[in-house]
């Protein structure tokens, strides 16, 4: 059912959805973007390996020994972290594995940068995490390892994708490099993903219990409870305007496919897409199954569910926000496209 008589949030304008715009956009770059990699003859390979990731620790990690050709280590804190990347970078390296999950990758690449100015090697994943959402969305199977990621330098193909680099105003720390950023209910979300873990469940499974736990926290507790209030979010628009608006959730990512098959941002496309919702929810229970499904319907947005794609986006938080997992103290911080990545897949 259609609602009427529905007043436009002042978010609407600042978060419009340009389907015209975006269905001719969809239509040029449906094709898949997945070229051939050609391996050196003599391949030179830094292996990043998380021991304390889900899988990881209840296996024991087959791994060649370091060699001119094949370095690795299993870092503890960041400074090991930055240290393996800063010798990777000096020895020179034609592919960097990753084996962990969605946080590990978050990690590496927002440490990387400063080691590779002019360009991160190709990437192949191994996807030991409790979530890898990464690797689902670039198509890397679930039960790769190590040696199949790196044999796959020789057969495989590149997928190409661009991470929402974050930078934070008034922090000397390096920027962040990260797929999936989130405030207001989404903090409270990942919490509630946390003790999902706890209880056995990972992965997909984690999502749906996690969406479930959200909707049933925003329903049925009081009127004014924190999930309804939402979170006061400053929008800095392109004409130099900051808009102010309490927002249920805030969500941006540059993934096209998400766990579950949910499509919170319309249409699947690349590039850094948002998705604002007013609060409090408006009919919740028929309007987010509407948005998770991808559903691009006009009232929608009349509801105060918003959607946009940006190349920037200036944001001031006073609460938290989330980047793949990992939670971080509110600011004033910009989000936008960064350089592309190659990840190796089969």
Do not use: C
Not at 284 to 290: D, K, N, Q
């Amino acid at each position: 059912m259609k609602p009427s008589s529905l007043v436009e949030s002042p978010l609407a304008g600042a978060l419009r959805f340009d389907a015209g715009t975006l269905s001719s956009r969809v239509r040029d770059e449906a094709v898949e973007r997945r070229t051939r990699f050609a391996a050196p003859h003599s391949l030179r390979v830094g292996v990043i390996l998380n021991q304390r990731a889900h899988r990881n620790l209840a296996s024991e990690r087959m791994l060649p020994a370091v060699s001119p050709q094949l370095d690795w280590a299993a870092p503890n804190t960041m400074g090991d972290l930055s240290r393996a990347l800063a010798r990777f970078a000096t020895n020179g390296i034609d592919l960097l594995v990753i084996d962990g999950g969605d946080g590990t990758i978050r990690d590496t690449l927002s440490a990387a940068h400063a080691y590779f100015p002019a360009g991160l090697p190709p990437i192949a994943l191994v996807p030991s995490g409790k979530t890898n959402a990464l690797a689902l969305d670039v198509g890397v199977p679930s039960d790769w390892t190590v040696h199949d990621a790196i044999a796959a330098a020789n057969t495989g193909r590149i997928v190409r994708r661009t991470p929402i680099e974050i930078t934070r105003e008034g922090e000397d720390a390096p920027s962040l490099s990260g797929f999936i950023f989130g405030a207001g209910a989404f903090v409270k979300a990942t919490a509630l993903a946390q003790q999902t873990h706890r209880l056995g469940a990972f992965k997909g499974l984690a999502v749906g219990m996690s969406l479930l736990g959200a909707i049933a926290q925003t329903l049925f507790a009081g009127r004014d409870n924190a999930w309804r209030r939402g979170v006061p979010v400053g929008i800095e628009l392109e004409d130099g305007r900051t808009l102010e608006q309490d927002l249920y959730l805030l969500l941006a990512s540059t993934l096209e496919r998400l766990p579950l098959g949910i499509k919170p941002f319309g249409a699947v496309r690349d590039g850094l897409k948002v998705l604002g919702v007013d609060a409090p929810p408006r009919q919740l229970l028929t309007s987010f199954p509407a948005v998770l499904a991808g559903s691009e319907a006009a009232w929608l947005e009349r509801l105060g569910y918003h959607r946009r794609d940006f190349a920037r986006l200036t944001l001031s938080l006073s609460a938290g926000f989330i980047l793949d997992g990992e939670q971080y103290p509110g600011s004033r911080l910009t989000l936008a496209r960064g350089r592309a990545i190659d990840f190796i897949v089969p």
